[in-house]
């Protein structure tokens, strides 16, 4: 029985202790421009658990704070991925890439180009 | 050309077949080599490849990561500089279609790291290459190609200016840093935010350095929503205007702490010095409630410089040809990783007597400042901690009135008319933030400021000393609801202010104490709205307890457009003689008509704020512009009227009616070539107040101005360059106060006349050390020739000096230097 109270103990401390209410990761996510920034952050709050979603236009890190109770990254970048955005290797559907402004194409060489003008 | 990477994921030979495979099909990839054991791969390529490229080619299976030099096995310095030293004279001896150079990784240690493999490309081609192991380049150049990309992951991309094929040697900085580094290059001078809710401008230093003039009050001459008045004919001083209504309604902070306040109100502007003056920002309307119930047309907040980042010596001297000397130097230095310090002494004086308009009075005082201030700051990034400690002194004196005036033998006696005003304030103030390095959206702030102002003054046969010891406490929670879309803001403050004065023969003494609590919430959809929804309770001791809700909110329906509109409420207690203490210098009889307030008898002034303006920013002929029109209107429940209408008196009464300022501004601002900026403004303002007498325009406030500012750069060759900058102000005619009760040769017009003013400076940049400005103020020389009624009797009914409506001395000139060390 003791052992039992203990090894539950440990289960639900090691648990809590994984359940980060405030977890840091990051993710690349590419895209082009201040249009892509709030795209690609708007697309992150739709996921109930996101807390704080900055894209950088320059590098491309998505750094994202979220509480893993309620939410995994998986999650994020497949909503990330759903709003049209490439994000580290996977690819978003032609659908949602479609949707995208066409000022955002960031697949188009030209299109960064033109953006890094700016 | 050959671009070589890391790829990591791979852990056999199916895999380097895979690679080699999939890269070998990229375009321009002409053959790709892929070494197992040192996890590189060698590209042959015709036309550089970037890294994103690869990695969309490769998918997630493996990554693709450019090399950085291995710390260990870099070559030393002096074989580096051996190197580049050849590199140059090969490159001076051989090709002029070349442009080569060496691309470093910004550090702060003198051994900036060769970065291998950062990519670089003209802008607007294909031409492109990387940088070898030994950071160098070569890229083919022409005359057309102006602009060369550099780039590297993690590094923040970079754009150079190419004028000439010279070696280029270049610092890339990590991204990490990006947080800290303002990115220096054609940062606008002035600059409105298109995403904050309110209707905010920040002013940087460059801007400030537009008129190299002197204090805070001058430094907004070049700002169109700032009102600068012209300085009175006894004590010299400026005072600033907002939306019509004077610095009173204005709530100036330095650092967010309230510090033009209270008996410092008149003077305070002309107590910061300019090259303490880090930026500003200016906001139209209510603000925030962080700071405060007082504000009611708008907020200035002075941002300090601070010594981890101010230049460790700064030198600026100025002379005019008024002769006024002005002398700035700072000394910052760091005393540990986490402890910085700087001093900063500020010191001026004018000492000749001059009277242009031969009235027997002087044109400006003769005055002597010294100031000091020992910042004391606290950084430990690690943990979250900034803290700020600052210690201040001041000692201002001031002489005006009659050229005979000696203060040993004539003061308060009728053998000549003079003036004199000596201040001493002391300064203490601490801050403390904490921002969790673990979730950066939840930080606390607490403030602490101690004040104690003493000004000691007689104007002719008036007497005015004030005393005032002020605390300002403010503790602050910032965090987010839910996530970083809902941000709040919520805290408490306390305000103790203690008020001594001598007037009009009278003791006054006063206490005031509130303690407030206040919340702010702001919600930004991060695409076209935000909002900022503040709410404020407090209890004072003499004006009660009340609320103070304030709302401003933005909406960007397209691109570059900005539709703002706010509403709020704000109150004070009016400090009548110390707002008011230029009317000392009159024969004007005071007299306070109400007793039953609890300030001089009077109510606290309340009033609303309603502002909506319109920002779209566009490109005209290719370049960048943009057009601000706003409209603002101040409401005046109740407001302490200075009823200046029987030139005899002065009456403070309680308001009974209407008053009202109503304000209107279009702003263009034109980037019309390169390093010419072009800003104009039109205002209008309605301010009217219901007087004993009837509704009237409030005196001295022009119903039209315009305003206009050019300057220009020339490029910047060998690090130095040129700086033009002109302002040029055109007020329409003001109202007089009434003065028909003076006898006749003293009866002024109910006009004063219209009033346009130039000035002017250039500024020769000789190296990022050091540079020289030469300028003008009023270069057209205009002048009132008359700014004192009844200057001959100053003792007599009649005399004023408060009929300024325009420049009294004419053109001045001036020059002065600055030298910076960082």
């Not at chain 1, 236009?57 to 759903?82: A, C, G, M, P, W």
């Not at chain 2, 006024?324 to 007597?353: A, V």
């Not at chain 2, 933005?554 to 110390?578: D, E, L, Q, V």
Request: hydrophobic share 35%; aromatic share 12%.
């Amino acid at each position: 029985m003791k052992k039992i109270i203990v090894l539950l103990l440990m289960v639900t401390s090691a648990m809590t202790f994984a359940q980060d209410k405030n977890k840091r990761e990051t993710l690349d996510v590419d895209g082009v421009c201040g249009m892509c920034k709030a795209r690609i952050e708007k697309a992150c709050f739709k996921t109930k658990g996101v807390k704080s979603a900055i894209w950088s236009v320059e590098t491309h890190e998505l750094k994202l704070i979220y509480d893993e109770r309620k939410t995994d990254l998986k999650t994020i970048q497949q909503s990330v991925l759903n709003a049209g955005h490439d994000s580290e290797g996977l690819k978003a559907s032609d659908e949602a890439y479609a949707s995208v402004h066409d000022c955002c194409k960031y697949r188009d060489e030209a299109i960064k180009y033109d953006h890094k003008k700016e | 050309m050959k671009q070589t990477y890391n790829i990591t994921g791979m852990s056999c030979n199916t895999c380097k077949v895979d690679i080699e495979s999939a890269l070998q099909s990229t375009k321009h990839v002409q053959s790709a080599v892929v070494d197992l054991d040192t996890t590189k791969v060698i590209l042959d390529v015709s036309k550089p490849v970037l890294k994103n490229q690869l990695q969309y080619t490769l998918l997630n299976t493996y990554s693709v990561n450019p090399i950085k030099p291995n710390k260990q096995q870099v070559v030393n310095p002096i074989l580096m500089l051996f190197l580049v030293v050849f590199s140059l004279l090969s490159v001076t001896s051989f090709g002029q279609s070349e442009l080569s150079g060496v691309i470093y990784e910004a550090s702060t240690d003198n051994n900036p790291q060769p970065l291998f493999g950062a990519n670089m490309i003209w802008l607007g081609t294909s031409v492109g290459t990387s940088t070898d192991i030994n950071g160098q380049f070569k890229i083919p150049y022409n005359s057309n190609y102006k602009k060369l990309i550099v780039s590297y992951v993690g590094f923040k991309t970079d754009t150079i200016d190419v004028i000439s094929n010279k070696t280029i040697k270049h610092y890339l900085n990590p991204t990490t840093d990006l947080d800290e580094v303002v990115v220096q290059s054609r940062k606008k001078a002035t600059s409105r935010s298109y995403l904050k809710a309110t209707n905010t401008m920040l002013v940087s230093s460059d801007e400030l350095l537009k008129a190299a003039c002197c204090n805070l009050s001058e430094s907004f001459e070049t700002n169109p929503s700032i009102d600068v008045n012209f300085s009175d004919a006894v004590t010299g001083t400026r005072q600033i205007k907002m939306l019509g209504l004077s610095s009173p309604y204005i709530l100036i902070a330095t650092e967010n702490i309230p510090s033009v306040r209270g008996a410092s109100q008149a003077f305070g502007l002309s107590f910061i010095p300019g090259t303490w003056v880090e930026s500003i920002q200016i906001t139209k309307g209510a603000g925030s409630v962080v700071n405060g119930y007082e504000s009611i047309a708008g907020q200035i907040n002075a941002e300090l410089v601070k010594p981890t980042t101010d230049n460790s010596f700064f030198l600026n001297l100025y002379g005019a040809s008024s002769t006024r000397l002005e002398l700035n130097t700072h000394f910052n230095t760091s005393l540990s990783d986490k402890w910085s310090t700087g001093l900063y002494i500020h010191g001026n004086t004018h000492q000749e007597k001059h009277d242009v308009n031969n009235d027997g009075f002087l044109d400006m005082p003769l005055y002597s400042q010294v100031n000091l201030m020992n910042r004391w700051q606290y950084t430990d990034t690690e943990k979250g901690f900034v803290s700020f400690i600052n210690l201040k002194y001041l000692n201002d004196d001031k002489q005006g009135g009659q050229l005979d005036f000696n203060p040993d033998t004539d003061k308060l006696t009728t053998n000549a008319w003079g003036s004199e005003i000596n201040t001493q304030r002391y300064e203490l103030s601490a801050k403390l933030g904490y921002v969790n390095p673990e979730i950066p959206w939840q930080s606390i702030g607490v403030q602490l400021a101690f004040s104690q102002h003493d000004q000691n003054s007689y104007f002719g046969l008036n007497q005015y000393d004030i005393e005032h010891t002020s605390v300002y406490t403010n503790v602050m929670y910032n965090s987010i609801i839910d996530d970083s879309r809902h941000k709040i803001k919520t805290g408490v403050n306390f305000t103790y202010d203690a008020y001594d004065e001598f007037a009009i023969g009278q003791n006054f003494e006063r206490v005031e104490r509130s303690f407030g609590a206040f919340g702010e919430y702001s919600f930004d959809n991060l695409e076209k709205f935000t909002l900022t929804a503040g709410l404020r309770f407090d209890s004072h001791n003499l004006l009660g307890e009340f609320i103070t809700p304030r709302l401003h909110m933005r909406y960007s329906p397209w691109s570059k457009s900005a539709f703002k509109a706010s509403i709020g409420r704000g109150k004070r207690s009016a400090n009548i003689f110390a707002e008011n203490q230029n009317l000392f210098a009159s024969s004007r009889v005071f007299s306070i008509l109400n007793s039953n307030g609890s300030i001089y008898g009077l109510d606290p002034e309340i009033a609303w704020n309603y502002g909506a303006s319109y920002l779209q920013g566009f490109n005209l002929f290719g370049r960048a512009a943009d057009v601000t029109f706003d409209f603002y209107r101040t409401d005046f429940k109740n407001q302490i009227v200075v009823d200046l209408e029987n030139a005899q008196q002065v009456n403070f009464y309680n308001l009974e009616g209407d008053s009202y300022a109503n304000s209107f501004q279009v702003e263009l601002n034109y980037n019309v070539f390169n390093h010419f900026d072009f800003r104009t403004a039109y205002k209008f303002y309605d301010v009217k107040t219901e007087y004993q007498t009837g509704k009237l325009a409030k005196p001295l406030t022009p119903k039209h101005r315009f305003f206009a500012n050019a300057s220009y750069e020339t490029n910047i060759k060998n690090n130095s360059n040129w700086k033009f900058d002109v302002t040029y102000n055109w007020l329409s005619q003001q109202r007089f106060a009434s003065t028909t009760s003076n006898a006749l040769p003293y009866v002024l017009d109910d006009y004063s006349p219209t009033i346009g003013t130039i000035n002017a400076q250039v500024t020769k940049v000789f190296s990022p050390k050091f540079e020289v400005y030469l300028g003008g103020e009023n270069i057209t020389n205009v002048r009132q020739s008359n700014p004192i009624v009844s200057a001959e009797n100053p003792f007599g009914s009649s005399f004023d000096t408060n009929f300024v409506y325009g420049p009294i001395f004419g053109s001045m000139y001036y020059a002065g230097l600055r030298y910076k060390l960082k």
